[in-house]
């Protein structure tokens, strides 16, 4: 059985500033991927960035880069030069084939708050 | 514009009514999921579809019908039969091609409460 753990309900880091959010994973599967999305207040939930199991490089997009170590079972966010708008949940989340489809599963999430 | 759509984005329910949540795309993808979310708490699955007319359930489909006739549609249908309905419902959509890598992306969400 796949499962993520976000262990940080929630986070504050000051604008401007670096934050790292955690997410450990636990599967058996050789092939999966890596996925973090933001939500905010609104409610949608954004994609933000992906990792692949068998990619060696740590993938980044724009201000956000994912620290992906394999054998620690650890994809954790970071988020550059903070901004007020950064402030949201964020969910890690792992997929993988099962049954012939792509099963998705999230974490609980990180709260974020941004201060000024 | 290519997007995901879902509506309404609040829905408001009675004891023993049925609800279709609405959820349309236009990005062209095959595969098409529904999900809840509660309070706290992360994403469950409740169906998913690859293909029209077929569809397949997820961890918590009791008390929840879908259909697929549509490439681009797949309404949520929340019956009577499920017992605690008040949840964020978002639906979501994807490309199928490897299926660790394909990212599946989010409409708004219909907020559903029972009165």
């Known amino acids: 059985a796949q499962k993520i753990t976000q262990t940080q309900p929630g986070m504050f880091v000051q604008e401007k500033e670096a934050v790292t959010l955690d997410c450990t994973y636990d599967t058996s599967d050789q092939s999966y991927g890596l996925f973090w999305y933001k939500q905010p207040s609104s409610g949608e939930m954004i994609f933000l960035i992906y990792q692949g199991s068998y990619d060696e490089q740590n993938a980044t997009e724009g201000r956000y880069s994912l620290n992906f170590q394999k054998a620690r079972k650890s994809a954790n966010l970071v988020i550059s030069a903070s901004q007020l708008g950064d402030s949201a949940m964020y969910f890690c989340a792992m997929s993988s084939e099962s049954g012939g489809y792509q099963k998705v599963t999230f974490g609980t999430g990180t709260k974020l708050q941004v201060i000024p | 514009d290519g997007g995901i759509t879902q509506s309404p984005k609040y829905l408001f329910r009675k004891e023993g009514q049925n609800v279709t949540l609405s959820c349309e795309q236009n990005?062209?993808?095959?595969?098409m999921y529904w999900y809840r979310q509660d309070p706290g708490q992360g994403l469950r699955l409740i169906y998913y579809?690859?293909?029209?007319?077929?569809?397949q359930k997820g961890d918590i489909a009791e008390g929840y019908s879908v259909s697929r006739e549509k490439k681009e549609s797949f309404p949520l249908t929340v019956t009577s039969a499920q017992k605690n309905p008040t949840a964020f419902y978002l639906c979501?959509?994807?490309?199928?091609?490897?299926?660790?890598?394909?990212?599946?992306?989010f409409g708004p969400g219909t907020r559903l409460t029972v009165l």
């Open positions: 579809s690859q293909i029209v007319n077929d569809f």
């Open positions: 979501a959509s994807s490309i199928v091609s490897g299926w660790s890598t394909d990212t599946q992306y």
């Open positions: 990005l062209n993808h095959d595969a």
